[in-house]
DNA sequence: CCGCTTCCTTGACTCATTCAAGAAAACGGG
DNA sequence: CCCGTTTTCTTGAATGAGTCAAGGAAGCGG
């Protein structure tokens, strides 16, 4: 995707387009489940002198318009994507953080829907598959740490 | 549940037995999705002078043989419970974080086979549900925050 | 090109959680 | 019942992701 086209998905979203904005929604999408500081390191690529606060702020905004979504398994930080909409969930190793998507082929969203909702007004289901990935299944000590 | 019982608990997962722990199994056991610092206060009703160190490693230790579970939803800090082995799951409150428990009805475990496993050796399926409780969907203002 | 509005930079700050060192408590053996 | 070893708890400091706030800069409609 080039620029151009971040440039339009932002202004279809009713944003100002910025090349801040644009590095960072770069960034999500040729960086699935990156964290943070990921993000940071790869706008500053192109953008030396990005601060910390505009990445926040970006990845703030793109999330609150959808452009991106926000996920953050159990002990580890906040982490993006771009797939979204797609019903898609996550496999994440329990040793090295590694996470990986798998899409949802139980026919219709197979846990849309909660026996009981209690009264909540359900939008979204979120499933998290936990375990170990091959590297940590095969190494015994396992690879270092937080993969992504 | 008595304190002999909790201790009994503890003594079967080869623990050794500490007034500390045995507050804290009380306090997740009586707090159902209680965060650490609720749980603190609920031990220090009994035990007024413990440690905020002493309940983190007391949860540490008691997660890590499988006595409590830990979740944290994106935006929430850890927050604990004792139903486990159930495959019981999650509905989120976007507006207030009330967490509410739903059993799985979906017969044999729903989700716990992604369609792909990409070598994953996986071991649990963590279902969240994320919507609007019924007192934050009635006030469109909603009700403060982080209810548990 | 102007001006208003939104966004970014800078730098300080919060707060959940962790680290570390020494004191205290648990509990198996004598 | 007491001892010694090991684990756990206390105390206090540190870490680090994320937030807050004020002023300067940039986007964009006119």
Do not use: E, G, M
């Given at each position: 995707m080039h620029a151009e086209d971040y440039s339009a998905t932002l202004r279809s979203s009713s944003l100002?387009?910025?090349?801040?904005?644009?590095?960072?929604?770069?960034?999500?999408?040729t960086h699935p489940h990156a964290d943070t500081e990921t993000v940071i390191r790869s706008v500053r690529e192109s953008l030396p002198d990005v601060s910390h606060q505009a990445v926040y702020d970006s990845l703030h905004t793109l999330t609150a318009v959808g452009l991106v979504r926000s996920i953050q398994p159990s002990g580890s930080v906040a982490r993006y994507e771009r797939r979204i909409g797609d019903n898609h969930h996550h496999l994440v190793c329990r040793s090295c953080g590694l996470i990986v998507d798998v899409d949802c082929t139980v026919g219709r969203a197979p846990c849309l829907s909660p026996s009981h909702d209690h009264g909540f007004a359900v939008d979204q289901a979120e499933v998290t598959f936990w375990g170990l990935c091959p590297d940590c299944r095969s190494g015994s000590e396992g690879p270092s740490d937080q993969g992504d």
């Open positions: 100002r387009v910025t090349k801040q904005r644009v590095a960072v929604l770069a960034a999500v999408d």
